[in-house]
C-alpha cells in the first residue's frame, strides 16, 4: 500500500501562486507516476500535471506554462508549483500515484491523496 499526503491550499487573489505538496509513504517502489488531479464544483475530475519515474512530465493544456511539477526523491514527495492563478483554476487538489499510467478523468487511479482545497479570487 501507498499513502499520500497533501497539502499547500489555501485561498490566493488572481496571479498568485501556491505550491502544493504530496508525501508518498510505504511501497512506493511499485509507484510508476505521481501528480495531480482536480475537480470543481459541478464539473468532471481531470489530470492537472504528472511526473513519470524516469522524469517525464505531462501537463493538462490550461496549465501549461503556469504549473511546474517536480519531485525530491530523497524526500519521496512531489510539488506543484502554481503561478499566474485564475478564478479557474478553483478546485480541490488531489495527488494521485499510479503503478502504471494516469487516465484523463482518475477513473482508475491506485492511489489518492486526502485532497486540498485551492481558491482563487477575483
Known amino acids: 500500500q501507498v499513502q499520500l499526503v497533501e497539502s499547500g491550499g489555501g485561498l490566493v487573489q488572481a496571479g498568485g501562486s501556491l505550491r502544493l505538496s504530496c508525501a508518498a509513504s510505504?511501497?512506493?517502489?511499485?509507484?510508476?507516476?505521481m501528480g495531480w488531479y482536480r475537480q470543481a464544483p459541478g464539473k468532471q475530475r481531470e489530470l492537472v500535471a504528472g511526473?513519470?519515474?524516469?522524469?517525464?512530465?505531462n501537463y493538462a493544456a490550461s496549465v501549461k506554462g503556469r504549473f511546474t511539477i517536480s519531485r525530491d526523491n530523497a524526500k519521496n514527495t512531489v510539488y506543484l508549483q502554481m503561478n499566474s492563478l485564475k478564478p479557474e483554476d478553483t478546485a480541490v487538489y488531489y495527488c494521485?500515484?499510479?503503478?502504471?499510467?494516469?487516465?484523463?478523468?482518475?477513473?482508475?487511479?491506485?492511489?489518492w491523496g486526502q485532497g486540498t482545497q485551492v481558491t482563487v479570487s477575483s
Open positions: 494521485a500515484a499510479d503503478r502504471g499510467s494516469f487516465s484523463g478523468t482518475g477513473s482508475d487511479i491506485d492511489y
Open positions: 510505504g511501497n512506493i517502489f511499485r509507484i510508476n507516476v
Open positions: 511526473i513519470f519515474r524516469y522524469g517525464m512530465t
